[in-house]
């Protein structure tokens, strides 16, 4: 290849990844740090990767370098994640870059990984072949009908309960939590096995270590030895999940759980305008897990960051709704009757719905968004996290699927939702909607019922959020972790809700919200806007509520204050100067 085929090493890392040519050498688009993290060959590895470092593209590129230059076995590789999402991405990086191998690797989530063990050692952990994963929905329903039965028939629905509560009623069904504690009790009581285990997969990556629980890194002690070639990247300042049981200590105490580790952080930014990364780093500086956290922006410089007070959530909303129509050009409908947008969806600006996203802090934040949203005629998706099984009708759907015969799983789907429709009076419109939401998950599955059902068991979400819709996007910071947008509001920077309190509470983890603003203000690439109110109501009551401390932590000269309309707002006597 020419050498200006290369990038510079500090160039942005480019995506989507190309396939690496015979005798090019498949590192040398990294730049120094992400270089240092991939090429290292053996031993323990700890990847410190702040926000818009290249950290999937380190990793990708890192085990596409094992297997191309040091002739590692795919076979031998293993690379874990914590969403399916992100599992997928990594799959097609390793697809692009080493098309002829990368099937081999084996890319999975943590319960993907447990249910694999399970199926392979099915015998061992004293289940069936075919064993069912019940999700915690069935589970609840399971335990109130034995309540049920009880006051039938005392004695037996007794011994069902206590079977059901704990989650096995059918020695061929094990419950979500099991497809990790049961691995771990396996591994753990056989040796032999684990030892069988840690030969089979030499190499192992995990992504988001910060996030592991109890469980899975005691499935990743079992994996690996203290001198093994497991190599792990993460953030702890981006640790947001102890809600769920993550537990940022793992992270913290890699170096003493592998005293030959090697560490390198990525530095480089190349998501995010500099005031935003300078602001970002400011921010979590107070809470930061990170001695002397370094960040550098290698984007352009652009404007400060926007900052708007609001007299209530209401204000708040009409002020994000007219900064995106300002932003745009002019969107709504007054803007459209007075010829400011063609109404095509051609913004002058050449910034488009897509590339905006509002976030916040809790669900109940959304509704005056959208209320104003929808008023001045700005199309938006709002994101859920639910699992499909949670939603009304799906669970119906997925039993009746095996009464239909073989084929392609949309033709199924369908016959399986008119019986339904047929025998349920009154359900129509519950199933046709949940047909709505399984009919991208079944057109994945083609005709693998086993694959379609297995997917939902593992807990496969509700993903209103399409990339590829021209939408405004609304988030909790919790579920925008990932992922990038040119524009981003963050909503609700105020006493009370960032950080998050509950009234009367005096224990919350100001530490882990502060992270989490962190994680909000780094998910924008160009403007970021932050929002508070002086005022909201909360359980029923109103308060006084006020600009978040984490303001306090960014220096003043990082930020404009801004008018109702999303314009800066000068001082008076500037104001007066410039009519004259």
């Not at 206590?162 to 497809?179: K, M, V, Y």
């Not at 709504?332 to 910034?351: M, Q």
């Not at 404009?560 to 001082?571: F, I, M, T, V, Y």
Request: with cysteine; charged share 25%.
């Amino acid at each position: 290849a020419a050498a200006d085929s290369v990038p510079h090493p500090d160039q942005p890392p480019k995506t989507p990844e190309t396939p690496a040519e015979p005798g090019r050498d498949v590192l040398g688009g990294l730049d120094p740090d992400q270089r240092t993290a991939a090429s290292h060959l053996t031993g323990p590895l700890l990847i410190v990767a702040g926000p818009g470092t290249g950290k999937t593209r380190t990793l990708t590129h890192r085990i596409a370098h094992l297997m191309r230059e040091h002739r590692v076995d795919p076979a031998e590789c293993l690379a874990i994640t914590f969403t399916r999402r992100a599992a997928e991405e990594m799959r097609a990086r390793l697809a692009a870059l080493l098309p002829d191998h990368a099937a081999r690797v084996t890319v999975t989530t943590f319960h993907g990984l447990g249910a694999l063990l399970l199926r392979e050692q099915h015998e061992r952990a004293g289940l069936s072949a075919n064993f069912r994963i019940v999700e915690e929905v069935e589970e609840v329903e399971a335990a109130k009908e034995t309540r049920d039965a009880r006051e039938t028939d005392e004695g037996e629905a007794v011994g069902e309960l206590a079977a059901a509560e704990d989650g096995r009623a059918d020695p061929d069904t094990i419950d979500f939590q099991d497809l990790l504690e049961l691995p771990v009790q396996l591994l753990t009581k056989e040796p032999d096995l684990a030892a069988h285990y840690r030969d089979r997969w030499r190499w192992i990556s995990v992504d988001e270590y910060q996030d592991v629980d109890e469980t899975q890194y005691a499935l990743l002690r079992l994996l690996s030895t203290e001198d093994g070639n497991l190599t792990a990247i993460g953030d702890p300042d981006q640790a947001i999940y102890a809600f769920r049981g993550a537990d940022v200590g793992f992270f913290l105490r890699f170096q003493a759980d592998f005293p030959a580790a090697t560490s390198v952080q990525l530095t480089r930014n190349y998501r995010s305008s500099r005031p935003i990364v300078r602001g970002a780093v400011q921010a979590i500086a107070p809470a930061s897990l990170i001695p002397g956290r370094m960040l550098t922006a290698h984007s352009a410089e652009t404007q400060r960051i926007g900052i708007f007070e609001a007299a209530d959530p209401a204000a708040e909303a009409a002020f994000i709704t007219r900064t995106i129509d300002r932003l745009l050009g002019g969107t709504s409908f007054h803007s459209l009757d007075s010829g400011r947008a063609d109404g095509h969806g051609h913004h002058p600006t050449g910034i488009d719905f897509s590339d905006i996203a509002v976030l916040y802090r809790t669900d109940a934040q959304a509704d005056p968004i959208m209320d104003a949203l929808t008023r001045a005629g700005v199309p938006y998706q709002k994101r859920s996290h639910d699992r499909l099984l949670a939603r009304p009708g799906v669970r119906e759907i997925a039993g009746e699927l095996r009464q239909h015969g073989t084929g392609p799983l949309a033709d199924r789907l369908q016959s399986a939702v008119s019986a339904l429709v047929e025998t349920r009076l009154g359900q129509e419109i519950e199933f046709r909607s949940a047909a709505d939401l399984l009919t991208p998950l079944a057109a994945e599955c083609g005709d693998d019922l086993a694959a379609f059902l297995g997917r939902l068991a593992l807990g496969a979400e509700v993903d209103a959020y399409d990339p590829r819709a021209d939408c405004v996007a609304l988030l909790t910071v919790h579920a925008a972790k990932g992922l990038e947008f040119p524009v981003v509001f963050l909503a609700g920077c105020e006493h009370g809700m960032m950080p998050f309190w509950l009234p009367g509470a005096d224990d919350h983890d100001q530490a882990e919200e502060r992270r989490l603003f962190f994680v909000g203000m780094t998910r924008a690439k160009e403007r970021l806007f932050l929002s508070y109110a002086c005022r909201r109501s909360r359980f029923g009551t109103e308060r006084e509520t006020g600009a978040s401390i984490f303001l306090r932590a960014i220096d003043p000269s990082l930020l404009e204050r801004l008018d109702a309309d999303g314009a800066h707002r000068g001082k008076p006597r500037d104001r007066q100067l410039r009519l004259l």
